[in-house]
């Protein structure tokens, strides 16, 4: 009976110990110290720190544009119709990087969305709240952006009419 109550309490503070490290691993990180506060750029001018990690901000000229269009269609079975053209401006399409940070953009009423400034890098692109049937299909896209260049995309949702 004793060496089961002094086994039973030694697993117990051996399963505390390891909730206690993996809370203290994962949940809880440490902050991170920057050491230095500016990065001066080729051209002169000094960026500073941003998101949680320290990076630096992009230097002027080192950022890339992404511009598109987005439709979504048909909107009607089998032959045309008189169907009012939609109306993007209440949706939004968001580019997420590769480190997780997103860039929210409006649509403008006829779905066109220009996001400028962008790190270069690896993003996905995607429609906030797209529940056309043809949105999983097409959506996520992956897009490149190169410093002083303009990347297009166009996301053409099918809604599946026909």
Known sequence: MKQKTVLFIAIAVALLGAGWLVWK??????PV???EE??????????GRTGPNCEFAPCPGETGTVTGKVSIG????????????LDFSS???ILESQSSQK???????????SVADLAPG????????C???????????????????????????????R
Do not use: R
Not at 25 to 30: A, C, G, H, V
């Open 74 to 85: 048909p909107l009607c079975p089998v032959e045309p119709c008189d169907a009012e053209p």
């Open 91 to 93: 949706n939004q399409v």
């Open 33 to 35: 110290a920057c050491t």
């Open 25 to 30: 691993l994962w949940i809880s990180p440490e």
């Open 122 to 129: 690896t993003y996905q692109v995607t429609l906030k709240d």
């Open 38 to 47: 500016a990065k001066i750029c080729p051209d002169g001018s000094a960026v």
């Open 103 to 113: 860039t929210i953009s409006d649509l403008s009423s006829d779905g066109i969305f």
């Open 131 to 161: 529940d056309w049937l043809g949105c999983a299909s097409v959506l996520p896209q992956t897009v490149t952006v190169k410093a002083g260049e303009t990347t297009e995309v166009t996301i053409n949702i099918d809604t599946g009419i």
